[in-house]
């Protein structure tokens, strides 16, 4: 995921895809021109990255020149396709194929069919790199095509949102679906785990997990890993700046993510507070937090189960079960009042069926959107 200016933008086109959909397009031509001399006139801004690699794939003698006009203003068009550089000077009697980078709507394509109307070229031709068939109105016809496309919004190789991304080496298309944020909380042996797993490959998240990810930078001997452990080493708590960088890592990794589950962090209310300000500084936020809530006699006896295969021994002892309820208890206390506050806390039923369960988080989940 990119960002430019207000927006988000999704990988979309590979560099090695529209390389070749170009030698497609060169191969085509130059089997229709080879015993010609075509003048190639490229649409700017857009189309010069096209138009260099074209010229690369093209084997034969040619002319090359550009034309600029302007139609687009953000994400819209704003329908009145201006001319800022007029067609090139003794063009009479040649073989002319437009190099378009997009052709949606027309509307610029039919300002280059008036502009060379007025001239005596040998033959017209539009050449373009993509096209997208569900806006174009079809008045004129396109003789060479690279890739149909949807009509979504995209930047990359040329093309921008307002100026920027036109250096991009791959095509991008804006990110217009909701990213989801999420903190999940329950005590020990309500499912999170379980759930977590089948959230995150439904909604494309990432999964989050605080022990996780200290164990992971503890092992790897990262520098936050050596940080954290020095104050472990020293038997002091890892301050939240500390775990909040871990977090921050993870986020960046993962920018394909369509959102996050984080478990186990934040536990305080101050924790909560700094991942709200971390989230923040990414344009990002909690979008709400949930609760899987259990009776905690069902969940002592699914503990004891569990305890059963896993040799846990903290799943092992009744009372050391419930000293853990009672410890959730207390910190999840006054986190549930920080969200309720921001109006994004949920309780959801954590006993039946795994599947209703899932559906349950579903509902509140698909209700954010």
Do not use: W
Not at 117 to 127: D, G, H, L, P
Not at 141 to 154: A, K, M, Q, R
């Amino acid at each position: 995921m990119i960002r430019l200016h207000d927006k988000y933008f999704k990988p979309f086109l590979r560099e090695a895809q529209i390389l070749e959909a170009i030698d497609k397009i060169a191969h085509q031509i130059a089997e229709d021109y080879k015993d010609k001399v075509p003048v190639f006139v490229g649409v700017l801004n857009g189309a010069f990255m096209f138009v260099a690699d074209f010229l690369k794939a093209y084997p034969h003698p040619c002319e090359v020149s550009f034309v600029r006009l302007s139609s687009y203003q953000g994400l819209t068009s704003t329908g009145i396709v201006e001319s800022l550089l007029d067609i090139p000077e003794d063009v009479d009697g040649k073989s002319v194929i437009i190099l378009e980078d997009v052709i949606d709507t027309g509307r610029t394509l039919k300002q280059l069919v008036h502009l060379f109307s007025n001239t005596n070229v040998k033959e017209f031709k539009i050449a373009s790199l993509f096209y997208k068939p569900e806006v174009y109105n079809g008045e004129y016809t396109i003789d060479y095509v690279g890739l149909e496309i949807p009509d979504n919004f995209i930047v990359g190789y040329g093309l921008d949102y307002n100026e920027l991304g036109r250096n991009l080496r791959e095509i991008y298309q804006l990110n217009e679906s909701h990213m989801i944020n999420l903190v999940l909380f329950g005590k020990p042996g309500a499912g999170k785990g379980t759930q977590a797993g089948f959230l995150k490959e439904k909604y494309n998240l990432k999964h989050i997990s605080t022990g996780d990810v200290f164990r992971y930078n503890m092992k790897n001997g990262t520098e936050l890993g050596k940080l954290a452990k020095s104050y472990i080493d020293r038997g002091d708590l890892v301050p939240d700046e500390v775990t909040i960088d871990m977090l921050k890592d993870e986020v960046e990794k993962n920018p394909e993510a369509g959102g996050f589950i984080f478990d186990g962090f934040p536990r305080t209310a101050a924790q909560a507070e700094a991942l709200d300000n971390f989230l923040e500084s990414k344009d990002m936020q909690v979008d709400a937090t949930i609760a899987l809530e259990a009776e905690d006699d069902i969940l002592v006896a699914r503990l004891l189960e569990r305890g059963k295969e896993s040799g846990r021994s903290d799943d092992q002892d009744e009372d050391k079960i419930r000293n853990r309820f009672d410890e959730y208890n207390a910190k999840t206390a006054p986190l549930r009042a920080y969200y309720e506050k921001q109006g994004k806390f949920h309780s959801v039923n954590g006993i039946g069926e795994i599947s209703e369960i899932t559906e349950r988080l579903g509902k509140v989940i698909d209700s954010l959107e």
